[in-house]
């Protein structure tokens, strides 16, 4: 059975409430992701922290258990990505 944070997630998720992958991901405890993901702790938490070492295996398997297409995800990733972008000082 799925945990009841899926369903929860993927009801924010299709009403716009996240601006980001990392608001979404912070949804989530660890331990869940953890038993529903081949992944361990250390990896899932240098990838929580640095959204840029997702891959895409693990935007899919998320997006699978969330139950939404993965590009919705790669777009919020991408979202992020090029928010926290700051111009090169020369």
């Not at 869940?32 to 702790?41: E, G, V």
């Not at 997006?63 to 090029?82: C, F, P, R």
């Amino acid at each position: 059975m799925k945990n009841p944070e899926y369903a929860k997630v993927k009801r924010l998720l299709e009403t716009g409430y996240y601006s980001s992958f990392s608001d979404l991901m912070a949804e989530f405890q660890k331990e869940t992701l953890i038993r529903d993901m081949p992944i361990s702790w250390k990896a899932l938490t240098r990838r929580m922290s640095h959204i840029g070492y997702f891959t895409h295996d693990d935007i899919a398997t998320v997006a699978a258990l969330i139950g939404v297409d993965a590009a919705i995800l790669s777009q919020l990733i991408h979202k992020e990505m090029t928010a926290k972008k700051k111009p090169r000082k020369k």
